[in-house]
T-cell receptor, first 115, second 110 residues
Framework: GAGVSQSPSNKVTEKGKDVELRCDPISGHTALYWYRQSLGQGLEFLIYFQGNSAPDKSGLPSDRFSAERTGGSVSTLTIQRTQQEDSAVYLC?????????????FGEGSRLTVL | TQLLEQSPQFLSIQEGENLTVYCNSSSVFSSLQWYRQEPGEGPVLLVTVVTGGEVKKLKRLTFQFGDARKDSSLHITAAQPGDTGLYLCARKRGNTPLVFGKGTRLSVIA
């Protein structure tokens, strides 16, 4: 596709359930990022993938959060045993590579609501 | 730790007015980016500034990077309702991922 695609756009789940969020980056982009945006907050970095290198997981808030990127393209962010504080918009972005001045192209986000 | 401070947090102005929003840090940036985010969408890049003292213009938007590369400002001339959105600054240091500020939420009333 022409842009970064995320699914689902909206997800409502019950506390304690697991959720998977998907990101399909722009074709040819080697760097992929996950950010979280809570209500009224800026973007909080979660994890990023660069090519075949080990991902930078330094932003993951707990071990309930994990992400993988298969074949250097599509990525899935998994949240296990969801909590109400996990409610947020999860944004995925991609860039050609993790350059110093590289532009990030964002998807529209997946809005997660944990009841 | 909030590495980037943006001010003001909220701004509501009338169409045609001028405004300036700020992005500050105690750390030196290798580069700084400004993004605009509209409701229900992801942020979109407006500009990247790299050199201390740099000024870039994008139509009615003027971006300035401080001489010491620790701060930046965005000035909008004759604001329009289409300028409404969340303005985010983001800084890069080395190969670390972009770090974003909390943003300034701008509302331009017709």
């Amino acid at each position: 596709g022409a842009g970064v695609s995320q699914s689902p756009s909206n997800k409502v789940t019950e506390k304690g359930k697991d959720v998977e969020l998907r990101c399909d980056p722009i074709s040819g982009h080697t760097a992929l990022y996950w950010y979280r945006q809570s209500l009224g907050q800026g973007l909080e970095f979660l994890i990023y993938f660069q090519g075949n290198s080990a991902p930078d997981k330094s932003g993951l808030p707990s071990d309930r959060f994990s992400a993988e990127r298969t074949g250097g393209s599509v990525s899935t962010l998994t949240i296990q045993r969801t909590q109400q504080e996990d409610s947020a918009v999860y944004l995925c972005a991609s860039s050609q590579k993790a350059q110093n001045t590289g532009e990030l192209f964002f998807g529209e986000g997946s809005r997660l609501t944990v009841l | 730790t909030q590495l980037l401070e943006q001010s003001p947090q909220f701004l509501s102005i009338q169409e045609g007015e001028n405004l300036t929003v700020y992005c500050n840090s105690s750390s030196v940036f290798s580069s700084l980016q400004w993004y605009r985010q509209e409701p229900g969408e992801g942020p979109v890049l407006l500009v990247t500034v790299v050199t201390g003292g740099e000024v870039k213009k994008l139509k009615r938007l003027t971006f300035q990077f401080g001489d010491a590369r620790k701060d930046s400002s965005l000035h909008i001339t004759a604001a329009q309702p289409g300028d409404t959105g969340l303005y985010l600054c983001a800084r890069k240091r080395g190969n670390t991922p972009l770090v974003f500020g909390k943003g300034t939420r701008l509302s331009v009333i017709a």
